[in-house]
Structure formats: C-alpha cells, structure tokens
C-alpha cells in the first residue's frame, strides 16, 4: 500500500510545515504530491522503475527523489525530521472539525495545548476565548468536534456499520456506469466491531460517483474529495472511503482493502519467498515485472499458488496454512441455517406472539423455531413461573397445530442462579423441547464461582444450550469472569451445545470461541434472541461470526435437519420419562 502511505507522509509533512508557517508554495507542493500519488491508477513503485514518476502532474524533482528514497528505505530523512518537531504532535488536534491550522498553533504557543483532552478542558474552561480574535462561539464549536472526533476515532458494532455501509452501497450502486460495487474492510471479515467502512466501486464515470457520494443526506462532513477517493463522515459518526477502481486491478484491491493488515502482511511475505511482489494493483514477478494477475481475488491468490480464502479467515490466524494444505474449512453460510432457537414473545419481553414469530421465520426459509421465554428470575422481562410456562408451552404447542409449514418448538431460557441451580423445577423443564440456560444477574463473581456455577447448571439433564456464554455486550458490558475453556469441556461431555448469540449488541460466543468450541467437537447454536419479528435478521451476523470461528455447517446445531436437531434435544433425556406432551 505504498501510494497511500507515501502520500500520508506528504500530507503530514504538509501540516507540520504548515504549523510552522513554512512558504505556502512548499506546503502546497507537498500537498498536491500527496493528491496526486493517491490518485495514481497504478502502483507508485512501477512507475518508478519505469522512470515515468516525474511525469505525473503534481510531482517534481524533489518529490520524486522523496518518493524513491521511501521506496528504498521505509521513510525519509526529512521526514523523520519533521516527526522530531514539536508541531508534530499537534497533528491530531487538526483533525477535529472546526480546528485549522492557525487555531491549533495558537493553542499551543498561547495555552500549552498539545492533545485533545487539553484542547477539551481548555474549552470547557472558557479559556479560550481570551485568545485573539475567538469568541465563546467557538469554544462551543470547537467541543462539538470534539465530541465527532471522539465519535469518529471510536469503533462501531457490525451491524450498525454493515447497515450503513449497505445503504451507502446502495445508493451508489444504482448509478448508471457503475458496474461492481463491494463493501471492504473489516465489514467484509465481518469483525465484531468496525473503524470504518471501505467501499470499492468500479465505474465509467467517478466524477458521477464522488458526486453523489459526497452529497448523500446522511453526510454530516465530506473529509477528502479526490478524483477517484472520497471520505466522508456520516450523521451517525462513521466515517466512510470509497475508492473507485480500475477493472484490471479490481481484485487486487478488493483483497487489500479487505484486509486484514496482517494477512496482507502474511501475503506480502508469502509473495516475497516466491519472487513474486503483491499490491492493490496485482501480483507481479520481482524479476522480469510481469503481471501474473489481478483482476479477480481468485487470481491474487491463484498467483501465490493458494485457493480463494474466505474472508471471515483473513486474519492471519492461520488461514494461509491451512489454504496452503488445502484444509480450508467449508464455512457455514446462511442459506445452510434451518432454524432459530433463541427467541422471545408478547409472553414476557417480546413484541410479537408465537405464530407472527413463526410465520417470519417461515418467510426466512426455515424450517424449525423455538420460542424460549425467560424464566421469573428475570423481573424486569416479566420471567415465567411453572405454572405460566405450563400455560405457554400448551399456547405453543397450539400454534403450532395452526401454522403450516414449519415447527414451533415449546422452549424456555432458564435463568442460571447464583448456586448454579436453575429457575424452574425439572419437571416442568421436560415438557420443553428446548432449554437454554442464561447467566442474567450475578455478573461480578469471581471466575472460579462463575466457572463452578455455569458447570452445574450444564450437569442438569434438561439444559440443551447455554446460552451467550459470556455475557459480555460489545462496548458496554466486559464478559464476566469464566473459564471459558472448562465450560467448552463440560459442554462437550454434557452434550450441550453453547451458543453463538446473533444479537448485535452480544455476538457471545465470539468468532475465537466459536473455534475453540468448534475443535473441540462442541456444537453451536446460533440464536437471535429476537424480541420482535424484525429481528429475526439478525442471524446473519451470527452466521459471519460463526464464519470467523471457522464453523462449517455440521458444527451448527440450527444448520441440522428437524429429525436430526430432536435426537441431539432428546439424547440427553432418553432415559428418562418421556416428555409430557
Ligand atoms: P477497521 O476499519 O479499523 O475496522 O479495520 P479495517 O480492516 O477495515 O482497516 P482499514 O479501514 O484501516 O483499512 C482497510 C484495509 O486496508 C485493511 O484491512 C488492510 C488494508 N490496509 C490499510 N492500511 C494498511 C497498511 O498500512 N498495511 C497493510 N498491509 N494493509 C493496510
Ligand atoms: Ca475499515
Ligand atoms: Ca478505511
């Protein structure tokens, strides 16, 4: 990624030489280098060795020379130079809306601000607008940046990125002359969390697509505009890149801008043992510079002798190995998924009833669904007694009689207790086809306690998942404390599964544990915990992070047939009396 790291580097040299109040002809050099290198159709390397750089608009002499030297060495001298100075540390402060350059170096000449957070208490105690020319205006401006700053620097969860991402690729994808558009990026690994976006988009006119993409309603600030690269910032704080691509080069780039960083590393290297050079523009022979492919991921990786990686895998967590030894697992997908056995009703915490739950996860495709209620423990939900259980399990077994076309099964979620006892006696349990057992309340335990407490629960004969196993939620609760290897221990020898909670807020198991759980020949259920119809969708957040724990679809207990996902249900119980339904 050598263009957009040498034009990086010119660009910072711009803002320092700008804090420096350096000739605006230098700064704007450095600036339009930066512009133009980011803008080259091919990779700033080739041209070099075709002797061809100094042709471009934008670059002369000195630049050019900046450029081989980085090329030859990994930086600059100059660069390392300007990296000593002290404005360089200010760089981060222009990065909040509504700070110039002019502004930041005031702040530190006058103030002594050199971070954000200084920039911060300064403004909130009116410290600024003693300043030349600044008024309390500003200071209010200037925490309204920061806080978009913050929000900005911040990570999102998958499915709040994915969702704008799919609406940004949307409405660009419909424009006439775009013939391919995908999302990238961490989105594409579908990572738990997201930075950013990355779409990458090919098109006859990118004039056309800058256009539109940075007049969308939901741009709050267009960051950069470039004839071929945009980044905007969406109203909901996310910042997007769109790169618009050359044909020939698409699959390169789509595998660099997917990442991750270190499989691209790993790749790089691969490439290297093998005299080959990989870039977002193709894959090239060192010696005679012929271009071995790039159009295509397939060819990318064909080139490097290895078949298409998924890229859930793209880690570098051993995918490349295991792609090399041609083990590369076949990866669940979500046509393969045939059930949903985590979900609420109008019973206790849900907005729908059984059969609307059952009628949209018919429209989905499945073939099987349990509704699992919580139990009294869980106050605030409205949790079932035995005796509303009993009442429930015989409403659901008379929806299912009334709905056609997919079986709804009579489940619950038991809350685990402090002691590890459950929430419900066992008899009542047994007349369930599915029970789940939660950890609700009692998070701060410490870990042999939680580990002892989740252990028994899984000892009881009646459970048959455990569900989000720790309990964590993705930037606002940490997992409690558990050995979470002792539980995939005992998963295993109970024969429960544990399962892979699709909400967007859990994603419990994470894509780690889901391998861990998956080698150890544990099975994984994925459930929505949908509390209304609408997110019974969410499965497939389950299904990328499944993906990323490397689960093929016989490791997934809602990807088994009917008949098949009883026999794992009733195993546990077959010698004990039968149900009484
Ligand atoms: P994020 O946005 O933090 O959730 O993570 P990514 O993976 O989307 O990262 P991002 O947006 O910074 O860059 C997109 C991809 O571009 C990244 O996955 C790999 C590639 N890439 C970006 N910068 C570098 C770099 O400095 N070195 C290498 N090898 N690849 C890079
Ligand atoms: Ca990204
Ligand atoms: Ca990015």
Known sequence: MENH????????????????????????????GARAIRDLPEDVRTLVERGEL?????????????VEEILGTGTSEFYEKIKKAPEYKLLPLLR???????????????????????LEEAARAGRLHDLERMGEKLEERILKGIEQYRRRTG?????????????????????????????????????????????????????????????????????????????????????????????????????????????????????????????????????????????????????????????????NSGELEAADEGRLPRLVEAGDIKGDLHMHTTATDGRNTPREMAVAARRLGYRYVAITDHSKAVRVAGGLDAEELRAHIEAIRKANK???????????????????????????????????????????????????????????????????????????????EVDIEAVIAAARKCGVALELNAFPDRLDLKDVHCRAAREA????????????????????????????????????????TLPKLRKFLARRRRDRAKPGV
């Open 402 to 480: 009334e709905v056609d076309g997919i079986e709804i099964l009579a489940g619950v979620e038991v809350d685990i207790m402090k002691d590890g006892g459950l929430d419900l006696p066992d008899d009542v349990l047994r007349q369930c086809d599915v029970v789940i057992a939660a950890v609700h309340s009692g998070f701060n335990m410490p870990e042999a306690r939680m580990t002892r407490r989740i252990l028994k629960a899984l000892e009881n004969e009646n459970v048959n998942i455990l569900a989000h196993p720790t309990g964590r939620l993705i930037g606002e609760r940490e997992p409690y």
């Open 155 to 315: 990570r999102f969860r998958l499915a709040e990125g994915m969702l704008h991402a799919e609406a940004v690729a949307a409405k660009v994808g419909k424009l006439k002359g775009v013939t391919r558009i995908d999302i990238a990026g961490s989105c594409r690994r579908m990572k738990e969390t997201i930075g950013d976006i990355d779409i990458l988009v090919i098109s006859k006119s990118a004039k056309k697509v800058m256009d539109v993409f940075t007049s969308m309603k939901s741009v709050s600030e267009v960051i950069a505009r470039g004839a071929t690269k945009s980044s905007v910032l969406l109203e909901a704080g996310i910042q997007v890149d769109l790169r618009v691509l050359r044909r020939e080069n698409y699959g390169a780039a789509l595998h660099y801008f997917t990442g991750s960083k270190d499989h691209n590393v790993a790749i790089r290297d691969r490439a290297k043992r093998r005299g080959l050079r990989v870039s977002e523009y193709g894959v090239f022979n060192v010696e005679t510079a012929e271009r071995l492919g790039g159009a295509s991921e397939e060819e990318v990786f064909a080139a490097l002798g290895l078949p298409f990686i998924p890229p859930e895998l793209r880690e």
């Open 521 to 560: 020949g544990v099975k994984i259920s994925i459930g929505t915990d949908a509390h209304a119809v609408a997110h019974l969708a969410n499965m497939r957040y389950g299904v990328g992070t499944a993906r990323r724990g490397w689960c093929e679809a016989g490791d997934i207990l809602n990807a088994m």
């Open 5 to 32: 790291r040498i034009a990086d580097i010119f660009d910072e040299i711009a803002d320092v030489l700008e804090l420096q109040d350096e000739s605006v002809f230098r700064i704007r050099s450095y600036r339009r």
């Open 96 to 118: 909040i809306p509504g700070v110039g350059p002019r502004h930041a170096i005031q702040f530190y000449r006058v103030l002594g601000i050199v971070t954000v957070d200084d």
């Open 54 to 66: 100094l042709k471009v608009p934008g670059i002369g002499k000195s630049l050019t020379e900046k």
